[in-house]
């Protein structure tokens, strides 16, 4: 499992300005006690400097410096009785001087030795969910949202299957798929026409393995192959784009949305050639849609797109018509 950078910065700078509104209330409490108890302060002094001359002591070369730090933490203990003592005399907690971290494990740090503690990993998925609710305005998009009754239940009769039928199982599979995700994950390439749910279904995904802690990039077609342009002729930003196109190639979960929609040029061909290559050659997992059949995409790629598409991709094929206009029939 692998964290998006650019997600993993916003986490650290969130998990900063905690750190720092901590601090300042930290030093409001101090400010406020020294002020109504000037005692404090000079305890507090000692206790500095005590923790100094115990580091001083435990560097010393040569002798037994046990017995000399012994002696400081017997005074440490004397000053922070004090310190107590002068806190209740105002009217004060024993603990107000003591520094508060919002998560006690890590000291608000964001790591656990070398690990990233839970308390980073919260608010790295706090800003996944940010990212996606603003690309895709994340609201009744959820599997248990899901309506079925949206899809004719009168059975096509070249394959005998209702389109209901087709989408309980297309609906199954995309469940499937998203509650058991993992690296060994198959890639899927959801096929079928306007308005039968491939964005819909693609959204319950992507909301669905994010949660679990997965690094999910959502992005339509367009989108991603003109961030591919602007890294390769530098447009707008180019650190931004360059950045912008790891986060498609190494993210744990890509879902490409509405392939066939951009202007088909050399360009994007080798763009998403690109795209698909590397995120198949690192192992990364990628969910395409598209109104498209792959036959028809095969007019617009290249052999060697189509060959990753045919043979590292499973398709799933959505049924019905257009479900936009059944909504306002059924409200």
Not at 51 to 80: C, F, H, I, K, Y
Request: glycine fraction near 8%; hydrophobic fraction near 35%; proline fraction near 3%.
């Amino acid at each position: 499992m692998s964290l998006d950078g650019k997600l993993l910065r916003r986490a650290k700078e969130a998990l900063d300005r905690r750190r720092a509104q901590n601090e300042e209330e930290f030093a409001r409490r101090r400010e406020e006690a020294y002020a109504r108890n000037p005692r404090l302060r000079e305890i507090d002094r000692h206790l500095r400097e005590n923790a100094a001359n115990a580091v001083v002591t435990a560097l010393r070369r040569g002798g037994d410096p046990s017995e000399a730090l012994d002696a400081v933490r017997e005074e440490n203990m004397a000053l922070q009785e004090s310190r107590r003592v002068e806190l209740m005399r105002v009217g004060l907690p024993t603990d107000y001087l003591d520094e508060r971290y919002v998560c006690p494990k890590c000291r608000d740090t964001g790591y656990r030795g070398t690990e990233l503690c839970v308390c980073l990993l919260e608010l790295y998925a706090e800003e996944q969910r940010r990212d996606l609710s603003a690309l895709l305005k994340l609201g009744e998009e959820t599997f248990a949202s899901f309506r079925l009754d949206y899809y004719d239940d009168i059975p096509d009769p070249r394959t005998g299957v209702s389109p209901r039928a087709v989408m309980e199982s297309v609906y199954e599979l995309c469940l499937g798929y998203a509650r058991g995700f993992s690296t060994d994950s198959p890639n899927l390439f959801l096929s079928g026409g306007t308005g039968l749910g491939k964005t819909f279904l693609s959204t319950c995904i992507a909301r669905e393995v994010s949660e679990r802690g997965y690094s999910v990039v959502y992005d339509t077609a367009v989108s991603a192959f003109s961030k591919y342009e602007a890294d390769k002729f530098g447009r707008g930003d180019p650190d931004g784009a360059k950045s912008e196109v790891r986060r498609l190639e190494s993210c744990d979960l890509l879902i490409l949305d509405d392939l066939g929609t951009e202007f088909v040029t050399g360009f994007v061909v080798t763009a998403l050639y690109t795209l698909i290559n590397t995120r198949l050659t690192a192992g990364k997992k990628t969910v395409i849609s598209s109104n498209l059949t792959v036959e028809e995409l095969g007019g617009r790629y290249s052999p060697a797109v189509m060959s990753r598409l045919l043979g590292e991709f499973y398709t799933v094929k959505f049924a019905g018509s257009d479900v936009r206009l059944r909504k306002k029939a059924l409200g």
